[in-house]
């Protein structure tokens, strides 16, 4: 069994199927079988079959598995596990099932999605299966949860996790992005500071493609660890650059690409009840060169754009746009549209 005082210690078969018959998930004579899921960079992942059922369990790490120095609360587990649950109220499809949550090991078990079934967002988006409609789903069910959420005292309470969501989105990608860019660092450390003090809405933190699953009833959600009651243009900003950056990875993909950026945009902008659009829209705007730029020079740089000269365009359209900010999506896209099209 995994204890409180072992979460440190590297996961074995033994200690998760021990870890499954305390929880009762595993009926006597049953065999237990765990395999290691690749891809975590910030937890073990193990998928657990016992009889006809699977499993997945998720443990969050102290220390990324990156190569500059990056660690992080392990307490983030358990907001990720009270994500997932609320937002299974709000748009119940848009999550995995979850089965049983233990804090003090800090883990919890959800119900394992096979990718024949439900593959990445991201697999698509390499393989060129890129129709619009699924960017708009992405985008619906996204605003959906932020708009069900907004402003609300008790939701902010329980997700309070300002320490964590700066130790590990707000640090590493814009504080680390200005220590290398110090012409740069003061217009980041503000963009930091309005990011960190708008507190609107439940947001997910980590909306990747990598992270939307593309199931039979529309996207699911996962890896919601970065959960933190504050400025939900954080997570659009953080989708529509994944979006853009893809470009470099697929470039014959380009204008489907191009064609995501913009059904996404348009159709989180128009869920959007909570404010008025054109001031989510502006700090979207801010929030997406200075991400093109961390990812490419902060702690997690992306693994896909790796060619000196890609590193350099992005910096070329990154830059200006930092110094410079818009208030509107389609100046960023432009930009970006000018350079990768030529």
Not at 67 to 87: D, I, M, T
Not at 229 to 257: E, I, S
Not at 320 to 331: D, K, M, Y
Request: charged letters at 25%; hydrophobic letters at 45%.
């Amino acid at each position: 069994m995994i204890s409180s005082d072992c979460r440190d210690s590297p996961l074995t078969a033994e200690t998760i199927c021990a870890t499954m018959r305390h929880m009762n998930l595993v009926p006597d004579g049953e065999p237990c079988v765990c395999e290691p899921l690749s891809g975590g960079v910030s937890s073990d992942i193990w998928k657990v079959a016992i009889g006809g059922e699977r499993y997945c369990l998720k443990r969050a790490l102290p220390r990324l598995r990156v190569p500059q120095l990056w660690e992080a609360p392990v307490a983030r587990n358990a907001f990720e596990w009270e994500w997932l649950k609320l937002a299974g109220t709000i748009c119940p499809e848009a999550v995995p099932e979850l089965v049983t949550h233990d804090p003090q090991a800090g883990l919890f078990i959800m119900t394992y999605l096979d990718p024949e079934q439900y593959p990445s967002w991201k697999n698509q988006l390499r393989d060129g299966i890129i129709p619009e409609s699924v960017a708009q789903a992405v985008a619906e069910r996204l605003v959906r949860i932020h708009a069900a959420t907004a402003d609300q005292p008790d939701i902010a309470r329980r997700f309070a996790t300002d320490a964590s969501f700066y130790a590990i989105r707000l640090e590493p990608y814009l504080v680390a992005t200005g220590k290398m860019h110090r012409d740069l660092q003061e217009r980041l450390d503000t963009l930091v500071g309005t990011t960190a003090s708008t507190r609107r809405a439940l947001v997910h933190g980590d909306v990747s493609p990598k992270n939307i699953l593309i199931g039979p009833r529309g996207p699911v959600f996962i890896d919601a660890e970065c959960a933190w009651y504050g400025d939900p243009a954080f997570d659009p900003a953080f989708c529509l650059n994944h979006l853009l950056l893809k470009c470099l990875w697929r470039p014959q993909h380009t204008q489907a690409l191009l064609a995501c950026f913009d059904r996404f945009a348009a159709t989180y902008l128009a869920g959007v009840s909570w404010e008025p659009r054109a001031s989510i829209e502006a700090r979207i705007a801010g929030l997406l060169p200075a991400l093109l730029l961390a990812r490419i020079d902060g702690k997690s740089p992306i693994e896909y754009v790796t060619a000196e000269r890609d590193k350099d365009r992005v910096r070329a359209i990154a830059r200006p746009l930092i110094l410079r900010p818009r208030a509107e999506l389609g100046a960023i896209r432009g930009a970006w549209a000018k350079e990768v099209l030529g």
